[in-house]
């Protein structure tokens, strides 16, 4: 069992910066892809980037040249800088890993940008 903990939500003015973090723990043998996922209110969940475990990230286009996904595999942690932030990126951010063909989820954090 992978518990994955977001950190770093919060409330920021259009154009400013967050950085969010998540933290695996639990049973830790091999975590392949990590991945930021986020739902608005009213939509549906969506990916915003991914990573494997040998660091090659992927992009949503919405998010391109704005955001950027990395992990540090020492600490079991991957990370989200987003900078340039738009109000329609508000949204629950979510953590997702996949481990030996199971997938987890963290809870959850919230982002939101005010215009």
């Known amino acids: 069992q992978v518990h994955l903990v977001e950190s770093g939500g919060g409330l920021v003015q259009a154009g400013g910066s967050l950085r969010l973090s998540c933290a695996a723990s639990g049973i830790i043998l091999s975590i392949n892809n990590m991945a930021w996922y986020r739902q608005a209110p009213g939509k549906q969940r969506e990916l915003v980037a991914t990573?494997?475990?040998?660091?090659?990230?992927n992009y949503a286009d919405s998010i391109k040249g704005r955001f950027t996904i990395s992990r540090d595999n020492a600490k079991n942690t991957v990370y989200l800088q987003m900078n340039s932030l738009k109000p329609e990126d508000t949204a629950v951010y979510y953590c997702y890993a996949d481990q030996l063909n199971t997938n987890y989820w963290g809870q959850g954090t919230q982002v939101a940008v005010s215009s």
């Open positions: 990573i494997t475990q040998f660091g090659r990230p």
